[in-house]
């Protein structure tokens, strides 16, 4: 189906920064074929008003855990550790394959719901959420979290490698699958190098957790007489793209190691502040040229997939920190959820902006809503005005999956009632 969405306000995000207002962009099947003044010459099939909207790239959360939505509420006001030895994991040991499909299925609809568009997940189950990422229409990637445990080494690496060769490039191209080592904590040196080997062998990108806590940094300190960042950087894993979540406690090395190796953190300025975890030094990794990407992390640990809620915080947060009120500026928060993320992913060739010849991944945000009156600088609306219920219109790979806050792929109240069938099922076994 060719698209038309018409005298519509655009944030493209192509690195000009700038609000075109009043313009048009045609979508030809998945791609994005002209921005710009009406063509007679390009057939459409629909037309969507884009008139009072404002048009701007699908959101990329870079780092969740989605299955983790059975656990919202269940477990809150606890420090990182007893939050996770005491309630976390005992839960996560009795959950099904069915518990992971229906708890995905309820956060893809949150997430659609705000905006994203693509997100990276790492969890159990990872076939379950594929599923669900073939029936909602949304891009995502997939991970299987790797947890050391003994006797079990090699099954989990198999796993993850046959995750890959299932389900790598499925849904038309919109699914991809890396290679996920929980954390240097949870995963010895040794076993670490067979992950890497098997990302290298894969040509997959990495997604691991680091230095988290001060807890995590110290313990590397008293293990390997180095932070996290430097031990698995002298283990070699930065020779893969990488993708490490959260990066809340680095020094200057760190952030060199991170700069010249290309990896991405991701910041989850909700999860880190809850837990307690600290706050990322987001404007001094972006001043060193660090790729900072943008995440939500589980729904346990924050209690919502809200994007639009990292953006606002991401740049607030660091304003405080820092002392500094042009820290992270509205424009940094919305790049790190969008083309930075894309880059994270490896996918910016194709998403993270609307351009002509990338994938139309599109989001429209409905302007004429009191709490975004009067409309002036519109940057800054969108990072510290907009909610996520504001998002009118989702559309992915040039497929329209909401309009008029109406999901078109997902039965929203059939999902709703299993999850919370399940969750309570779930704390009973």
């Given at each position: 189906?060719?698209?038309?969405?018409?005298?519509?306000?655009?944030?493209?995000?192509?690195?000009?920064?700038?609000?075109?207002?009043?313009?048009?962009?045609?979508?030809?099947?998945?791609?994005?074929?002209?921005?710009?003044?009406?063509?007679?010459?390009?057939?459409?099939?629909?037309?969507?008003?884009?008139?009072?909207?404002?048009?701007?790239?699908?959101?990329?959360?870079?780092?969740?855990?989605?299955?983790?939505?059975?656990?919202?509420?269940?477990?809150?006001?606890?420090?990182?550790?007893?939050?996770?030895?005491?309630?976390?994991?005992?839960?996560?040991?009795?959950?099904?394959?069915?518990?992971?499909?229906?708890?995905?299925?309820?956060?893809?609809?949150?997430?659609?719901?705000?905006?994203?568009?693509?997100?990276?997940?790492?969890?159990?189950?990872?076939?379950?959420?594929?599923?669900?990422?073939?029936?909602?229409?949304?891009?995502?990637?997939?991970?299987?979290?790797?947890?050391?445990?003994?006797?079990?080494?090699?099954?989990?690496?198999?796993?993850?490698?046959?995750?890959?060769?299932?389900?790598?490039?499925?849904?038309?191209?919109?699914?991809?699958?890396?290679?996920?080592?929980?954390?240097?904590?949870?995963?010895?040196?040794?076993?670490?190098?067979?992950?890497?080997?098997?990302?290298?062998?894969?040509n997959a990108p990495i997604h691991i957790h680091l230095s988290e806590?001060?807890?995590?940094?110290?313990?590397?300190?008293?293990?390997?007489?180095?932070?996290?960042?430097?031990?698995?950087?002298?283990?070699?894993?930065?020779?893969?793209?990488?993708?490490?979540?959260?990066?809340?406690?680095?020094?200057?090395?760190?952030?060199?190691?991170?700069?010249?190796?290309?990896?991405?953190?991701?910041?989850?300025?909700?999860?880190?502040?809850?837990?307690?975890?600290?706050?990322?030094?987001?404007?001094?990794?972006?001043?060193?040229?660090?790729?900072?990407?943008?995440?939500?992390?589980?729904?346990?640990?924050?209690?919502?997939?809200?994007?639009?809620?990292?953006?606002?915080?991401?740049?607030?947060?660091?304003?405080?920190?820092?002392?500094?009120?042009?820290?992270?500026?509205?424009?940094?928060?919305?790049?790190?959820?969008?083309?930075?993320?894309?880059?994270?992913?490896?996918?910016?060739?194709?998403?993270?902006?609307?351009?002509?010849?990338?994938?139309?991944?599109?989001?429209?945000?409905?302007?004429?809503?009191?709490?975004?009156?009067?409309?002036?600088?519109?940057?800054?609306?969108?990072?510290?005005?907009?909610?996520?219920?504001?998002?009118?219109?989702?559309?992915?790979?040039?497929?329209?999956?909401?309009?008029?806050?109406?999901?078109?792929?997902?039965?929203?109240?059939?999902?709703?009632?299993?999850?919370?069938?399940?969750?309570?099922?779930?704390?009973?076994?």
């Amino acid at each position: 189906m060719n698209l038309l969405i018409k005298n519509v306000t655009l944030l493209p995000m192509d690195g000009k920064n700038e609000i075109i207002d009043n313009t048009n962009v045609y979508i030809k099947g998945d791609k994005i074929a002209h921005i710009g003044e009406i063509r007679e010459d390009i057939k459409v099939d629909r037309i969507i008003d884009g008139s009072r909207k404002l048009a701007m790239p699908g959101l990329i959360n870079a780092h969740t855990h989605i299955g983790m939505s059975l656990f919202r509420n269940f477990a809150d006001d606890l420090p990182l550790h007893d939050w996770l030895t005491k309630k976390i994991w005992p839960q996560e040991a009795k959950l099904t394959a069915e518990d992971v499909y229906w708890a995905s299925l309820l956060s893809m609809v949150e997430m659609i719901q705000s905006g994203t568009t693509t997100f990276l997940d790492m969890y159990f189950f990872m076939e379950e959420v594929g599923r669900g990422l073939l029936e909602s229409g949304m891009r995502g990637v997939l991970s299987r979290g790797v947890i050391e445990e003994k006797g079990k080494e090699k099954e989990k690496i198999e796993g993850t490698k046959s995750l890959y060769e299932e389900w790598n490039g499925e849904g038309d191209g919109r699914i991809r699958v890396v290679v996920a080592p929980h954390a240097p904590y949870t995963c010895s040196p040794s076993y670490l190098k067979e992950l890497l080997d098997l990302a290298v062998e894969l040509n997959a990108p990495i997604h691991i957790h680091l230095s988290e806590t001060k807890k995590e940094v110290e313990d590397s300190y008293k293990l390997y007489g180095k932070s996290p960042i430097k031990h698995v950087y002298d283990l070699g894993l930065f020779k893969q793209p990488t993708i490490a979540a959260h990066c809340v406690h680095l020094d200057d090395e760190d952030i060199k190691i991170l700069k010249e190796n290309n990896v991405s953190p991701v910041n989850n300025p909700s999860s880190n502040l809850k837990l307690a975890s600290g706050f990322a030094p987001v404007d001094k990794m972006l001043k060193e040229g660090v790729n900072v990407a943008l995440g939500t992390d589980g729904s346990s640990s924050n209690n919502n997939l809200n994007m639009f809620e990292e953006i606002h915080l991401a740049s607030l947060v660091n304003k405080a920190v820092n002392m500094d009120a042009i820290s992270v500026k509205a424009i940094d928060a919305l790049k790190m959820a969008t083309i930075n993320g894309a880059k994270a992913l490896q996918w910016d060739d194709e998403i993270g902006s609307i351009e002509v010849n990338k994938k139309a991944d599109i989001i429209l945000i409905d302007l004429d809503k009191p709490h975004l009156y009067p409309l002036h600088n519109l940057i800054s609306l969108l990072a510290y005005s907009v909610q996520g219920s504001d998002v009118d219109t989702v559309i992915v790979d040039g497929k329209i999956i909401m309009e008029n806050r109406e999901i078109k792929t997902l039965d929203v109240e059939k999902i709703m009632y299993n999850a919370e069938k399940l969750s309570k099922d779930l704390i009973n076994r």
